[in-house]
């Protein structure tokens, strides 16, 4: 059953006060998400970088620029949290190590991760982004290489991803069926939903 107004509003306040990890996080919790009942997207994510901590907007950088050109959105459609939800896997900024951000907090999802997404029964489509979130969405689904290219397996409902960094543009290079075959249907998809 869908959550009342009150309901889904209380448990996005409480995710956002969310202090749990504040003990082993290196900078202050500051739970960065996108919620609204009504939305049909679900952007899946790793956790937010440096910079969205700071700005408190997620993707605000070239990996969300590259995302919104896959999804063929505009900044206005992207952040719309009646279209477009984003549940990062981990919904603070996890800290950095050599060669990127550390893994999402693993004592995040199992507190929120289901509570926020019941929260949304109008989603369609998931988009599962990286290997934390496909370990979570798509348990079988291998690495991300062999998620994302099995993605017709899980289509419509579930698309699986790499992570648009441009740190993964080796992996773009290696695999041109992605940009040739799946982010087409991928576009096509993301526009009937948002419409
Ligand atoms: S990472 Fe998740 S569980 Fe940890 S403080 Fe942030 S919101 Fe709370």
Partial sequence: MAAGAGDWRRALAEARACTHCASVLPLEPKPILQVDPHARILIAGQAPGRRAHDAGIPFDDASGDRLRAWLGVDR?????????????????????????????????APLWRTRLLNLMPEIQLTLVIGRYAQAWHLPEAGDVTAAVTGWRAHWPAVVP??????????????NPWFAADLLPRLRERVAELVG
């Fill in 76 to 108: 206005d459609t992207f952040y719309d949290a009646r279209r477009i939800a984003i549940v990062p896997m981990g919904l603070c900024f996890p800290g950095t190590a050599k060669g990127g951000d550390l893994p999402p907090l693993a004592a995040c």
């Fill in 161 to 174: 991803l790499p992570h648009p960094s441009p740190r993964n543009q080796a992996w773009l290079k290696r």
